[in-house]
């Protein structure tokens, strides 16, 4: 008799166990990531998040290349080169590697002030006085993942530009992606071209 109730309680077990609904098992998935990182653990990275990583990194590239949002920005002249004063919110190197940092890595954010040319003058932030824009279609973008170790993705990036006719081409990056520690996976890549 005791053998057929312990039978029967493991049956309703299994049965609670497998009748969880995806919800559920999706709020395990989550507890379970968020208690891994506490512990020190990778956290996972799927295609769709490294695109996500990437456009979010265009957005931010596009602000700071933009001088942020300033309709008449203030210029001035530095050795023999036009510049113009970023807006408040990046008028310090501080709130600029801060802004940077949401999906560059320390390295990266520091490379890509590098590439656009931005300068400390007078006590706030200025960059080159040009233009620009892009056709690249970073929203249709591609992700193949090259090679990894614990804590660094190498991820092929191929992204379309053109019309939507026969003329479309694509345009291909290679982006290294760090696990920073209580923050997350961020690109360890300038990515300039944004």
């Known amino acids: 008799m005791r053998f057929v109730k312990n039978i029967a309680i493991g049956f309703l077990m299994l049965l609670l166990l497998t009748g969880c609904d995806a919800e559920d098992s999706s709020k395990q998935k989550e507890a ?7 512990n020190g653990e990778v956290k996972p990275l799927e295609e769709a998040e490294v695109i996500q990583l990437i456009i979010a990194a265009k957005d931010i590239n596009w602000y700071v290349a ?10 001035f002249e530095y050795q023999g080169i036009n510049y113009r004063y970023l807006d408040e919110t990046l008028a310090t190197r501080e709130k600029l590697e801060q802004y940077l940092q949401q999906v560059f890595t320390e390295n990266a954010a520091k490379a890509l002030l590098e590439e656009l040319g ?13 233009g620009g824009g892009s056709i690249l279609q970073w929203e249709k973008a591609k992700a193949s993942l ?22 479309i081409d694509y345009d291909v990056f290679t982006v290294v992606l760090k696990y920073i520690p209580e923050k997350g996976w961020r690109i360890d890549t300038p990515l300039l071209a944004l």
């Open 32 to 38: 379970d990531q968020q208690l891994a990182e506490k």
């Open 146 to 167: 090259l090679k990894e170790d614990a804590t660094s993705k190498d991820f092929e990036i191929k992204v379309p530009y053109g019309e939507e006719d026969d003329s």
């Open 66 to 75: 933009s001088g942020g949002e300033v309709s008449d920005p203030e210029t």
């Open 118 to 130: 931005i300068i400390e003058y007078q006590g706030r932030m200025a960059q080159p006085d040009s």
